[in-house]
Antibody, heavy 119, light 106 residues
Framework: QLQLQESGPGLVKPSETLSLTCTVSGGSISLTTYYWGWIRQPPGKGLEWVGSIYYTGSTYYNPSLKSRITISVDTSRNQFSLQLSSVTAADTALYFC???????????WGQGTLVTVSS | DIQMTQSPSSLSASVGDRVTITCQASQDITMYLNWYQQKPGKAPQLLIYDASNLETGVPSRFSGSGSGTDFTFTISSLQPEDIATYYCQQYNHPLTFGGGTKVEIK
């Protein structure tokens, strides 16, 4: 059974870079048909797609965040990662990683990790 | 970007009631629409994909319909375990979600 698990610091200082990793277990990240992505949810608010990546390294980013995002994949470790630079309090959110089936639907999600931006 | 407008933002219904949530896209998305359920403190779960297809393992009381710009999500008989927030999501790039509908028991 495929599982995803987010990891990374829970507290990041303003203007610094947020870094998260999603580890995929129980299956390969290199499967065709699937993309892998990040979604975030500010406390008490709705969902926002951050960006997605294919195992080949092809990326798709939310235009509103594109200047600050890098998503990468490490197929040897079955992991993909998010870096978000120049963070502010507005980037405080629960960050989920997910499997994106056919680039369309998130059919498997990690449990989420809360990242707080504060000095 | 395509904006997704969900309504209502919250609703209260009795067990056994039929519950309907609508989602309107700012432009034609054909059937590129999914529905998710998110229970408090949990990750969202995919319920309906491509507007009307029930995800494997999801109870048949959940259904979806629509195409173009107007979509409907229905719970045919509300159960206590359906208390959650429901989101629509379209998948023309960039992916966008609706604002959510919080469903409570009356």
């Amino acid at each position: 059974q495929l599982q995803l698990q987010e990891s990374g610091p829970g507290l990041v200082k303003p203007s610094e870079t947020l870094s998260l990793t999603c580890t995929v277990s129980g299956g390969s990240i290199s499967l065709t048909t699937y993309y892998w992505g990040w979604i975030r949810q500010p406390p008490g608010k709705g969902l926002e797609w951050v960006g997605s990546i294919y195992y080949t390294g092809s990326t798709y980013y939310n235009p509103s965040l594109k200047s600050r995002i890098t998503i990468s994949v490490d197929t040897s470790r079955n992991q993909f990662s998010l870096q978000l630079s120049s963070v502010t309090a507005a980037d405080t959110a629960l960050y989920f990683c997910g499997r994106l089936r056919r680039g369309s639907a998130f059919d498997i999600w990690g449990q989420g990790t809360l990242v707080t931006v504060s000095s | 970007d395509i904006q997704m407008t969900q309504s209502p933002s919250s609703l209260s219904a009795s067990v056994g009631d039929r519950v309907t949530i609508t989602c309107q896209a700012s432009q034609d998305i054909t059937m590129y629409l999914n529905w998710y359920q998110q229970k408090p403190g949990k990750a969202p779960q995919l319920l309906i994909y491509d507007a009307s297809n029930l995800e494997t393992g999801v109870p048949s009381r959940f259904s979806g319909s629509g195409s173009g710009t107007d979509f409907t999500f229905t719970i045919s008989s509300l159960q206590p375990e359906d208390i959650a927030t429901y989101y629509c999501q379209q998948y023309n790039h960039p992916l966008t979600f609706g604002g959510g509908t919080k469903v409570e028991i009356k």
